[in-house]
C-alpha cells in the first residue's frame, strides 16, 4: 500500500500550488483522505481533509485560500492559492490511517 504525494515546491507569495495524492496497492475504502503539514518546529497541524461523500475540514488558517477535492476513492488534491509565507511546510498526505511522503512546499516574501 502506497500514498503518493507531489505538487510541492517554491512559490512566491501570492502564487498557487496543487498537491496530488494517489493510493495505490489498496482495497480498502479509504473514505478521508487529506493533508498535514509541519512546520520547522511546529507541531502536525490538519490542514484539510475530505470524505469520499463530499465532507470537508479546513484549518482556519487555510479557509477561502486551499480546496481540497476527490475525483476518485484512491485520490485527492489540494489547490493551493494565495499562499502566504507561513504556509511553508512539510505536507503530509493521508488517507484513513495510511500515510504519504512528505512534500516540501517553500512560499518565499
Same mark, same amino acid.
Request: hydrophobic letters at 35%; a positive charge.
Given at each position: 500500500? %502506497? =500514498?503518493? +504525494?507531489?505538487?510541492?515546491?517554491?512559490? %512566491? +507569495?501570492?502564487?498557487? *500550488? !496543487?498537491? /496530488?495524492?494517489?493510493?495505490?496497492?489498496?482495497? *480498502?475504502? =479509504?473514505?478521508? &483522505?487529506? @493533508?498535514? !503539514?509541519?512546520?520547522?518546529?511546529?507541531?502536525?497541524?490538519?490542514?484539510?481533509?475530505?470524505?469520499?461523500?463530499?465532507?470537508?475540514?479546513?484549518?482556519?488558517?487555510?479557509?477561502? !485560500?486551499?480546496?481540497? /477535492?476527490?475525483?476518485?476513492?484512491?485520490? +485527492?488534491?489540494? %489547490? &493551493?492559492?494565495?499562499?502566504?509565507?507561513?504556509?511553508?511546510?512539510?505536507?503530509?498526505?493521508?488517507?484513513?490511517?495510511? @500515510?504519504?511522503?512528505?512534500? %516540501?512546499?517553500?512560499?518565499?516574501?
Amino acid at each position: 500500500v %502506497q =500514498l503518493q +504525494a507531489s505538487g510541492g515546491g517554491l512559490v %512566491q +507569495a501570492g502564487g498557487s *500550488l !496543487r498537491l /496530488s495524492c494517489i493510493a495505490s496497492g489498496t482495497t *480498502l475504502n =479509504l473514505n478521508v &483522505m487529506g @493533508w498535514y !503539514r509541519q512546520a520547522p518546529g511546529k507541531e502536525r497541524e490538519l490542514v484539510a481533509s475530505m470524505t469520499y461523500g463530499g465532507s470537508t475540514i479546513y484549518s482556519n488558517s487555510v479557509k477561502d !485560500r486551499f480546496t481540497i /477535492s476527490r475525483p476518485a476513492l484512491y485520490s +485527492a488534491y489540494l %489547490q &493551493m492559492n494565495s499562499l502566504k509565507p507561513e504556509d511553508t511546510a512539510v505536507y503530509y498526505c493521508f488517507g484513513n490511517s495510511l @500515510w504519504g511522503q512528505g512534500t %516540501q512546499v517553500t512560499v518565499s516574501s
